[in-house]
């Protein structure tokens, strides 16, 4: 009996069932929370979303992400890269549902790219003057596209 009313009052407060760990860091438990709402017991909207019908959903909170930072206003900005965070995860839930990529394989790329484009703080490169880092960059963002990186 006791069973039944914990269930249902974890029902009643909109609670999973089975609550995700608490001893999981944030992004990691974030991201368990995105394979629960994409799963088959999920959310039947967060499942049926493709990187196509999302699309509007990502161009939409980088816009409310933007006026947020215009006006300055600390509480709404962290809100809204919170929900970015929920649109990128989900892509790239959706791609590793599919064996393309994972969040991992795109964190691990923009770590070894920025790694690559600041040789200033992790080569012993000079550091030069802003413009010159702005040329460095372009200089290394273009051999970059020309697969010279």
């Not at 930072?69 to 791609?95: A, K, P, R, S, T």
Request: hydrophobic letters at 35%; a negative charge; proline letters at 5%.
């Amino acid at each position: 009996m006791a069973d039944i009313d914990r269930n249902r009052s974890t029902e009643l407060e909109g609670q999973p069932e089975k609550p995700l760990p608490d001893e999981q860091d944030p992004f990691t438990r974030f991201r368990h929370l995105i394979t629960i709402l994409r799963s088959k017991n999920g959310c039947p909207w967060d499942r049926k979303q493709t990187p196509a019908t999302i699309k509007k959903y990502l161009l939409a909170e980088t816009r409310e992400l933007a006026e947020a930072i215009d006006e300055d206003d600390h509480d709404h900005v962290c809100e809204e890269i919170g929900d970015l965070f929920y649109i990128l995860l989900m892509l790239c839930q959706m791609y590793e549902e599919e064996n393309i990529f994972s969040a991992d394989t795109a964190l691990a790329d923009v770590t070894r790219k920025m790694i690559r484009r600041h040789p200033h703080v992790f080569a012993g490169k000079a550091t030069g003057n802003e413009e010159q880092l702005r040329q460095q960059w372009e200089a290394i963002k273009k051999a970059e596209k020309k697969g010279e990186i």
